[in-house]
C-alpha cells in the first residue's frame, strides 16, 4: 500500500495493524505505514473512505478500533503526552476565537501547544502570511482564507516535528497555497515529518513524498 | 484560563448577565413577599443561596461548548499539557467569572433581608466555599453533557441534582449561624466536598471531554 522511495531516515511514526470502524461501516483495517524525518505522506482517496478519521486515529482524537501508533518506538497507548509535544494538527476546525484578534490567536495558540515565541517572532510570521495590517482585527472580521492563514503563521513557528494536516489547501488562494508549500518544504527540510489527507497534488521541493490510497 | 478571562473580559455581557441575574432574583423576593423582618431574615440565606446555584448554573452551557465548537478542544486534548492542567484551569476561570462576584456581592444583598452581620460573613464564607464545588460538579457535567441533542435540559438534569447537597449545607451554615448554632459543621462539610471535587472532578472533565472530541 505505501510506495518504494523511502529517505533512509529512521521512522518517527509507525502505524501498526491500526482499524477503525465507524457504526456498522469498517472504514479501514490491518494498515501499516510509517514516516520519517523528511517525508511527507499524502492520504488520498474518495470522499468519506476515512481520510479524516485516519488522521484523528494517528493523532489520538479518536480511539482506533484495533492496532497501535508508535512514536519514536513508543506506543501512544503508554505516552500520548510525548506524541502530542512533538505533533502540530490542522483540522476541519481552526481553534480561532473569533473575539480575539489575529495576534492574540496565535499566541494563545502557541503557549497552548508550549512553544514559547517572543512578539517579534510572532508579528514576522503574522507578516509573512499576509496579516501584517490585520493582525488586531478580531477574528470574526476576517475572511475563511485570512483565518486559515493564521493556521499557517502558527504551523510556521510551531518547533512540533511532526504536522498532521487535514485538507490543509482548503479555502486558501494561489499565494496562500504557495505559501503553504514553501512552510511545508522548510519543514520537511527541516528533517520534520507531515501527514496530510488532501485530494491536492503537494509537491514540495525538497523531501520524499509519498502516498497512501484508501478505499 | 487565562486566554478564557480575557474572552470574559471582551465579552463582558455573559459574566454581567450572570451576576445581574443573581442580584435581581435576590432583590425580588423581599419585594414580593413585603417587609416582615422576621420572614425576611428567616428565608434570607435560603433565597440568596438558591439564586447564586441558578446564576452558577446560567453560566454552565458555554463553558465548553464553545471551544467545543470552534476546535479549540480539539487542541487543547492534543496539547502536551496534561489534561487535568486546562481542564482545571476552564473551571477556576468559571469560579472566578460566577461564583466570585456573587460571594463578593452577597453581604450586600444580605442587608436587603436584614440580616445581622454575623449572618452575613457566615453566608459570604459559605459561597466562598460553596460556589468552587458549583463550578466543579458543573464543568463535569457540561463536559459530559458536550455534543448531545437537547444537552442544554441534559446539563440541567445533570447538574441540579447534584447541586442540591451544596445549596443545604451552604443555606444551612448563615441559618445555623442566625438561629445561634454554630455553622462549623456545615461549613467543614462544605469544606470536604471542596477537595473532594477539587482532586477527583477536573480529571473527570478531562476524560468527558476526551470523549466527546471523538
Not at chain 1, 529512521?10 to 501498526?16: K, S, T, W, Y
Not at chain 1, 503508554?78 to 496565535?106: I, Q, R, V, W
Not at chain 2, 474572552?7 to 442580584?23: G, I
Amino acid at each position: 500500500m505505501t510506495a518504494p522511495h523511502r529517505s533512509g531516515q529512521p521512522d518517527v511514526l509507525q502505524v501498526r495493524g491500526i482499524a477503525c470502524r465507524r457504526g456498522v461501516a469498517l472504514l479501514f483495517s490491518g494498515l501499516d505505514f510509517e514516516v520519517a524525518g523528511g517525508e511527507l505522506l499524502c492520504v488520498r482517496g474518495p470522499n468519506g473512505c476515512g481520510k479524516t478519521t485516519l488522521l484523528r486515529c494517528v493523532t489520538g482524537l479518536t480511539r482506533p478500533d484495533d492496532g497501535a501508533v508508535l512514536w519514536k518506538g513508543v506506543s501512544t497507548r503508554t505516552d500520548a503526552l510525548a506524541m502530542h509535544a512533538g505533533m502540530a494538527f490542522s483540522g476541519h476546525l481552526p481553534g480561532l476565537k473569533d473575539d480575539l484578534s489575529a495576534e492574540e490567536n496565535l499566541e494563545f495558540a502557541l503557549r497552548l501547544r508550549g512553544a514559547t515565541v517572543s512578539v517579534e517572532q510572532r508579528r514576522e510570521a503574522l507578516a509573512a502570511v499576509g496579516l501584517e495590517k490585520r493582525r488586531r482585527l478580531p477574528a470574526r472580521r476576517l475572511s475563511a482564507g485570512q483565518r486559515r492563514r493564521i493556521g499557517l503563521a502558527r504551523l510556521s513557528l510551531d518547533p512540533a516535528e511532526l504536522w498532521v494536516l487535514d485538507e490543509p489547501l482548503t479555502a486558501l488562494d494561489d499565494a496562500g497555497q504557495a505559501l503553504f508549500i514553501e512552510f511545508l518544504d522548510r519543514h520537511l527540510a527541516r528533517g520534520g515529518l507531515a501527514l496530510a489527507a488532501t485530494h491536492h497534488r503537494l509537491a514540495p521541493p525538497s523531501g520524499v513524498v509519498r502516498e497512501l490510497r484508501l478505499g | 484560563m487565562s486566554r478564557d478571562l480575557q474572552l470574559a473580559w471582551r465579552h463582558p455581557d455573559e459574566a454581567v448577565l450572570t451576576v445581574a441575574f443573581f442580584a435581581l432574583v435576590a432583590s425580588l423576593f423581599p419585594l414580593g413577599i413585603g417587609a416582615e423582618p422576621q420572614l425576611l431574615a428567616r428565608i434570607g440565606p435560603g433565597v440568596i443561596w438558591v439564586g447564586a446555584l441558578l446564576a452558577a448554573f446560567l453560566a454552565l452551557p458555554g463553558l465548553f461548548a464553545a471551544d467545543y465548537a470552534d476546535g479549540s478542544l480539539e487542541q487543547m486534548t492534543l496539547s502536551p499539557h496534561p489534561a487535568l492542567g486546562w481542564a482545571s484551569g476552564k473551571i477556576a476561570a468559571h469560579w472566578i467569572v460566577s461564583g466570585l462576584p456573587l460571594t463578593v456581592l452577597s453581604p450586600l444583598i444580605g442587608l436587603q433581608y436584614g440580616l445581622t452581620p454575623d449572618t452575613l460573613a457566615v453566608e459570604a464564607a459559605s459561597l466562598l466555599v460553596g460556589t468552587p464545588v458549583l463550578s466543579l460538579l458543573g464543568g463535569a457535567c457540561a463536559a459530559l453533557a458536550l455534543g448531545a441533542r437537547g444537552g442544554g435540559m441534559l446539563l440541567a438534569l445533570l447538574a441540579l441534582p447534584l447541586f442540591v447537597p451544596i445549596l443545604i449545607f451552604g443555606a444551612g451554615a448563615a441559618e445555623a449561624q442566625a438561629t445561634g448554632l454554630s455553622p462549623a459543621p456545615h461549613l467543614s462539610l462544605l469544606g470536604a466536598g471542596l477537595i473532594a471535587s477539587a482532586v477527583g472532578l477536573p480529571w473527570a472533565v478531562g476524560a468527558a471531554v476526551r470523549i466527546a472530541v471523538d
